[in-house]
């Protein structure tokens, strides 16, 4: 439990370093599984802005929780 609590503070912590916009994105697309259209519909923004929030949204998420892929040895990168 303790473990998993810690997971958790680190990822919020991860998604306290994102934009709103970043942040926005993010959830939507990871939490709620929704389509970049569909984010871009509710967001009043264009598919191709949400494409790019998301991915420097990512890029922070891994850099900010890189030390869990370094801990268990996963040197691959994070698909989108």
Do not use: W
């Not at 519909?41 to 370094?70: C, P």
Request: net charge positive.
């Amino acid at each position: 439990y303790a473990e998993s609590r810690q997971m958790q503070v680190h990822i919020q912590q991860a998604l306290d370093t994102l934009s709103p916009r970043e942040r926005s994105v993010f959830l939507m697309r990871h939490y709620r599984g929704l389509a970049g259209k569909a984010v871009g519909n509710l967001l009043n923004i264009s598919e191709g802005t949400v494409k790019s929030l998301h991915s420097r949204a990512i890029k922070k998420m891994q850099n900010a929780l890189g030390f869990y892929r370094d801990s268990l040895d996963l040197g691959m990168e994070v698909q989108q």
